[in-house]
């Protein structure tokens, strides 16, 4: 009787420790809370940036319709970087398809007309969803593309002066370190699209790229200074060489209005 009963005692231990082993097996694992890189809502920020205007100094872009802008330069005025086929190409093809295609679509829904492009991008979820993607390709390569012949000029080059100058250094270390990051970045974004110096919302410079023809004001940024890596922009002379058209293309880089876009955002 006494080993019957030392029995059933060690099997009600040995039943207990496998039970208490199942519940703590069964217990959910904590989840480790990763350190990512979090875009702040456009909703959060559209007071630094919505009443800078973006495409130009004094105005925004209309939709009503939107038209083609004249290059501020010949065609061959930029040949220190640029060709004069690609420039040719690159503005009167290429462009004017944006110009287009953005202006068909605003036709199916136009009371988005009454809006400037920058105002349609940066509320580019309440925008039809039938013509959504288009206006975010078109109208984000009409924006772009309007900023980008303004930052360059016959004129241009050398070292930056002035604020941005100042921020460069403050923010890079040295105009030479910044030109190298930017450079990376634009040699190291896969396919098409385009990388950006722009104001964050935290009042800060930031490299940034972006794919396709999406803009900075999307993700609530303020584009300064943008240099265009889609192959349209210099696969005529460079062919595949990317790196050496963005080494080129510092002498182009028009700071005086990158200048103006500084003082535009700082201000505000």
């Not at 062919?239 to 876009?261: C, G, K, P, S």
Request: aromatic share 10%; with cysteine.
């Amino acid at each position: 009787m006494i080993m019957k009963f030392l029995q059933q005692q060690v099997m009600l231990f040995i039943t207990g420790v496998c039970l208490v082993s199942l519940l703590f097996a069964c217990q959910v694992e904590p989840i480790t809370e990763l350190s990512t890189s979090i875009t702040t809502p456009v909703q959060d920020v559209v007071a630094t940036t919505q009443f800078v205007a973006v495409a130009y100094p004094d105005r925004e872009l209309s939709a009503s319709p939107a038209e083609l802008p004249k290059l501020p330069y010949a065609d061959n005025a930029l040949e220190r970087a640029i060709d004069a086929q690609t420039m040719k190409l690159h503005h009167d093809k290429h462009h004017s398809a944006y110009v287009n295609k953005l202006n068909e679509a605003l036709q199916k829904h136009p009371e988005l007309k009454s809006r400037s492009v920058e105002a349609i991008l940066r509320d580019l979820n309440n925008v039809p969803e039938d013509i959504r993607q288009t206006v975010r390709n078109h109208g984000g390569g009409h924006l772009n593309h309007t900023i980008f012949w303004q930052i360059m000029s016959p004129n241009g080059g050398g070292e930056p002066t002035g604020k941005i100058a100042q921020e460069i250094n403050q923010t890079f270390g040295s105009f030479d370190a910044f030109k190298k990051q930017f450079n990376e970045a634009g040699g190291n974004r896969f396919g098409s699209g385009w990388v950006w110096l722009v104001r964050n919302p935290q009042n800060q410079l930031q490299i940034v790229t972006t794919p396709n023809q999406d803009s900075p004001i999307m993700d609530g940024l303020y584009p300064i200074m943008g240099n265009d890596v889609w192959e349209h922009a210099y696969y005529l002379r460079y062919q595949n060489r990317r790196a050496e058209y963005l080494n080129n293309w510092w002498n182009v880089v028009n700071w005086t209005e990158i200048n103006r876009r500084v003082q535009a955002v700082s201000s505000q």
